[in-house]
Structures are given as structure tokens and as C-alpha cells.
């Protein structure tokens, strides 16, 4: 087994189904597990903060990583690019964390194929009405960007089952729970 593969968790799941919440919570109460930071070219929303939440970067400086084989994965989502730096998992793990990524379908599939014993979870939200719901209330995004990300919900859905394991979200710290339960019988 790989040491790198072994210490991933790997998490998607539709925009709005809670998976960044959900992860929030593991990282406050378990300090095994660390978050991998990925670069995106989006626009920082307010609640966020640059390397903590990602590390926001212009289109022409994470082309220059793409080009200097910084990234794991790295994919387009939503006319924005989004990526894991191979710095994040590496320096991570060799401090003996157990890191996650919260990355989309493409991504995870990617990070898959690098590390086939990495540990991957979908987590599904209990319904499309619920997960349209979350995403309006979230009030981050306009009313044409929650649509396009509707239409991604519907598309990662299709991809649950190639997840070593699919979590429902209906309770933030019981879906925590799940997860850390699940690492725990595989590891
Ligand atoms: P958001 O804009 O809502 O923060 O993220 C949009 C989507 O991009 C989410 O599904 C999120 O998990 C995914 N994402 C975030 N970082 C990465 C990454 O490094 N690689 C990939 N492939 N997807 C990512």
C-alpha cells in the first residue's frame, strides 16, 4: 500500500450538499485529519479566507502550474479551474496527517487512479428540492450560477457508485460521524 494513498480521504458530493460543513466539523474535533487546501481561479467569497479555504490564484498563474506539474488533479468546473497541489497532500501526509480532499467527480476519479487505496465517499444530499434549497438559502451564488450547479448536481449524482462508500447528509455531525467511522473500519 501506498503511505500517501493510505492517509486520503477523498469527499464529493453535489454543491450545497454540505460536504464542506460536514468536513469542517471532522477537522474541529478529530485533529488526525487536516484539510488539502486546493488552488481554484473563482472569485473568493466573502466568508472565505486565501489558504485557508483555497488558494486563490489568477487564470494565468494556475496555468503556470498547470505547466510546472505542481497538481495531483487539477479540472475545469463551472468556468472555473480548480486543483490539488502535489505540496498539500505530500508535506501533509509525511507530517502524519491523515489528509482530505473535498474535490469534485473528475478530480476524485483522477486521484483514484494515482492512489487506488485512497478512501473515497460521496456524500448525497437527501433530495435535488433539499439540495436546491441549501444552495438559495446559502444566498453565495446568483440565480443562474445555482442553476448551472443544479445541472452539475444532477450529472456528479450519476457518479455515486463508482465512491467506495456514499454517506447521506441529513445531520452535519451524524454525516461526520459516518465518515470518521467508515476510516476507522479501514484503515
Ligand atoms: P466551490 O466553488 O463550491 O467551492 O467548489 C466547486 C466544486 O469544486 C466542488 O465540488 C468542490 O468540491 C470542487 N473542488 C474544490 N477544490 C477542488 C480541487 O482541487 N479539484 C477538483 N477536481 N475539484 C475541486
Partial sequence: MSEIGKNLIVIS???GCGKDTVV???????????????????TKRP???D???YIFLTAPEFIAKIAGGEFLEHTLYCDNYYGTLKSQIEEK????????LVI??????????????SLTIFVAPPSLEELERRLRNRGTEGD???KQRLFKANEELGFKSSYDYIVENNFVEQCAESIINI?????
Fill in 13 to 15: 458530493g453535489p454543491s
Fill in 24 to 42: 469542517k466539523h471532522i477537522l474541529k474535533t478529530d485533529d488526525r485529519f487536516v484539510l488539502s487546501v486546493s488552488a481554484t481561479t473563482r
Fill in 47 to 49: 466568508t472565505e479566507t
Fill in 51 to 53: 489558504g485557508v479555504d
Fill in 93 to 100: 501526509v509525511a507530517a502524519g496527517k491523515v489528509v482530505i
Fill in 104 to 117: 469534485e467527480v473528475e478530480g476524485a476519479a483522477n486521484v483514484k487512479k494515482v492512489y487506488p487505496d
Fill in 144 to 146: 443562474d450560477v445555482i
Fill in 183 to 187: 476510516y476507522e473500519n479501514e484503515k
